[in-house]
């Protein structure tokens, strides 16, 4: 319990990072990253074995976040993990700055430089495929968007995974229903989702992706069933946190003005 509540406050900081950080630069996609910030929390403080004082380190795992437009929360997680300095994050979004609006690699931490959707798994099959046959032993976590899944080279990916039996990767969806024009059940719908995955062979564990318990179960398994890539469907909230932002699209987009962004501010604060 106690290490459930550190993890609820860890999200609690991340989220208010990523606040400031859009409101700052007068950029977007805060909605997407609030929805992502419990499974940041658990995988950079729970689950990856990384070393932020080595952010290359050759056994370390891979985590690939393909939807770059949630940027700044990555951002948030790695500097409070230690890989850069948190004053860093003010410059988001800013002149010159290395912390771009959509995940940029040459930030310490960062994997891989996403943004154009449905990169990062083909990406994380052949790193999972390389660790196999070259017998190292990490794990590679992708995260996508639901929205996300309507690239045809996802599922090419899940097909070659599913095929090579790549049991040292695992996919996180975060599945928050809202994507950039509408729901995702109105634009594309991906229902049943988890049938889908199971058909191209893969193991599937469904959980409420701000559950803490819950997403730590998924991630730990190593894997979730031998030789077979893994799925973590996480059932999320768009603009998780903040009333104003759940569960609308508007906040895909939008960036809070002052008197928002304070109001999100005293909210996260009032339930840290």
């Given at each position: ?136 032993p990490f794990r590679t976590f992708v995260a996508v968007s639901d929205g996300e899944l309507d690239e045809g080279s996802n599922w090419e990916a ?115």
């Amino acid at each position: 319990m106690a290490e459930v509540q550190a993890l609820t406050e860890i999200c609690h900081k991340l989220r208010a990072h990523a606040v400031r950080m859009v409101h700052r630069s007068n950029a977007s996609h805060l909605g997407s990253c609030l929805s992502v910030a419990d499974i940041l929390a658990c995988l950079y403080w729970q689950t990856l074995r990384v070393d932020p004082a080595h952010p290359d380190w050759k056994d370390r795992d891979r985590f690939l976040l393909s939807k770059g437009h949630a940027a700044a929360i990555l951002y948030a997680a790695l500097a409070e993990r230690g890989f850069f300095p948190v004053g860093e994050l003010d410059t988001y979004c800013m002149a010159e700055s290395r912390l771009t609006g959509h995940v940029t690699s040459g930030v310490p931490g960062v994997e891989f430089s996403a943004g154009s959707l449905g990169h990062a798994l083909p990406v994380g099959s052949g790193i999972a495929l390389a660790a196999k046959r070259t017998g190292l032993p990490f794990r590679t976590f992708v995260a996508v968007s639901d929205g996300e899944l309507d690239e045809g080279s996802n599922w090419e990916a899940i097909l070659f995974a599913g095929h090579h039996k790549l049991d040292n990767l695992t996919l996180i969806v975060d599945y928050n229903k809202i994507q950039s024009f509408g729901t995702v059940e109105d634009v594309l719908d991906l229902a049943p989702l988890a049938d889908k995955f199971r058909a191209f062979r893969w193991a599937v564990h469904e959980v409420d992706g701000h559950n803490m318990e819950q997403l730590s179960g998924a991630f730990a398994a190593r894997p979730q069933r031998t030789g077979q890539p893994s799925v973590v469907v996480a059932h999320t909230v768009k603009g998780k946190g903040i009333h104003f932002m759940e569960n609308s699209l508007a906040w895909h987009y939008k960036c809070p003005n002052a008197e928002q962004m304070q109001a999100a501010l005293q909210e996260l604060a009032d339930h840290a």
